[in-house]
């Protein structure tokens, strides 16, 4: 895997003059060229608004447009084109289906069910629909090793629950929770399934339909598509019932003096001018993804973290949050190191020319069940190699020493 970092010019530089190992992946991945170029491509001879125009140049911007819709359910193996709703990102998918499916269907009374290891995008819109309904939000308990507690799942989800909505991958904790399981459990008791899935997406082959979500939400940036691109997926039964949540041009189908009609999904939730040269990047993203193969991602990655994890294991002072067995982890590794502050790890890691994250990773309620302010959060994706992974050891190896005895 590691001829693809050609295909990056940005893993060429160095930061404070040693080379960069960039391990922030679960923040943002890197863009390889053929993603760059397709979005200059289309501004160089295809940038048109799309939908509204008959000559050339809208035709073929608009027929890249709905192309791409066609390759993400393939992609995600959708039942049809017609359920993919292109949004900014998971946090506003899941805000979307909590906005609209969530304020037509909860009632006071009802549940909603989420965990602890939830991201704020998958546990505010919740948190505030229970607010406004008057909705009882509940949390599925997690084992000592961060999986879900399944005693839990099945306590927690009761016929009174009509909505619960998990992580498919955390993005502390790096596991990877069973959702075709939690799924029937879910049904069984008459609720829907929300599924973000911006952590597992860009490292694993998805599935919906096996995985028997009802609502299925990633970002582009974090599977090397541009910012400002994502995804929603509904299924059709449910978001043919959902009303849309933006109203103006593009999503109409005939406005009068005093009401409008709307057309039907995905189109009646995408008002307005779209990211059109996202799309097309994401697209771009996707080609050079299957290109690859999500098997073969998922492969390298894991062949990286069961290099990583026992070197990792045998620092003094390292504590690692989540599952400690490799193959029961994605490429994201939580830590903290002694008794610093993960801010202050972050930043001699930086020095060293390794790139990671620091803070509460937008999951304060998981660090208060971890008891932790924060950690630093290293993540590896398919351009990252086994030498990028000794880089993080030794870097985390001269940290401890710097701050033990002032060298390195």
Not at 75 to 92: C, L, Q, V
Request: glycine residues 8%.
């Amino acid at each position: 895997m590691s001829s693809y970092i050609e295909d990056f010019p940005i893993l060429k530089q160095k930061v404070n003059d040693e080379q960069l190992v960039y391990l922030d992946n679960a923040a943002t991945a890197q863009k390889p060229r053929a993603v760059v170029e397709a979005i200059m491509n289309y501004y160089y001879h295809d940038n048109a608004n799309v939908h509204r125009g008959v000559h050339t140049l809208a035709e073929r911007a608009t027929k890249a447009f709905e192309d791409v819709r066609t390759k993400v359910a393939h992609f995600i193996n959708a039942p049809s084109k017609d359920e993919i709703i292109y949004t900014k990102g998971t946090t506003e998918s899941l805000n979307w289906v909590a906005a609209s499916y969530g304020q037509t269907h909860v009632e006071a009374g009802d549940e909603i069910v989420i965990s602890y290891m939830e991201h704020h995008s998958n546990l505010v819109p919740w948190q505030q629909l229970a607010q406004r309904t008057g909705a009882k939000l509940k949390y599925i308990d997690l084992q000592s090793d961060g999986q879900l507690d399944m005693d839990s799942v099945r306590h927690q989800i009761t016929d009174k629950t009509v909505i619960v909505a998990l992580a498919h991958a955390s993005n502390v904790l790096g596991v990877v929770n069973p959702l075709a399981e939690i799924a029937k459990i879910a049904h069984q008791h008459g609720a829907v399934l929300v599924a973000d899935g911006a952590q597992s997406t860009p490292h694993m082959k998805i599935d919906v339909q096996k995985l028997g979500v009802d609502f299925f939400a990633f970002s582009g940036h974090k599977l090397m598509a541009p910012t400002g691109i994502g995804i929603l997926w509904g299924k059709s039964e449910l978001l043919d019932d959902m009303p849309p949540l933006e109203f103006g041009g593009e999503m109409i189908d005939w406005v009068q003096l005093q009401e409008t009609t709307f057309k039907k999904a995905p189109w009646k939730f995408e008002g307005g001018t779209q990211n059109i040269a996202g799309v097309v990047g994401l697209g771009a993203a996707i080609d050079y993804l299957e290109q690859i193969g999500m098997d073969n991602i998922q492969k390298h990655e894991h062949a990286v973290i069961q290099k990583v994890m026992p070197e990792l294991q045998q620092i003094e002072g390292l504590t690692i949050y989540g599952p400690q067995e490799a193959n029961k982890r994605t490429g994201v590794i939580s830590f903290n190191l002694d008794n610093l502050h993960p801010h202050d790890v972050a930043t001699a890691l930086d020095m060293e020319g390794v790139a990671v994250r620091a803070g509460h990773h937008c999951a304060q309620p998981l660090m208060e069940y971890l008891n932790v302010p924060a950690t630093a959060r290293a993540s590896f994706y398919l351009y990252n190699t086994l030498e990028d992974g000794q880089r993080l050891v030794e870097a985390i190896k001269a940290t401890k020493e710097f701050f033990k005895n002032g060298t390195v």
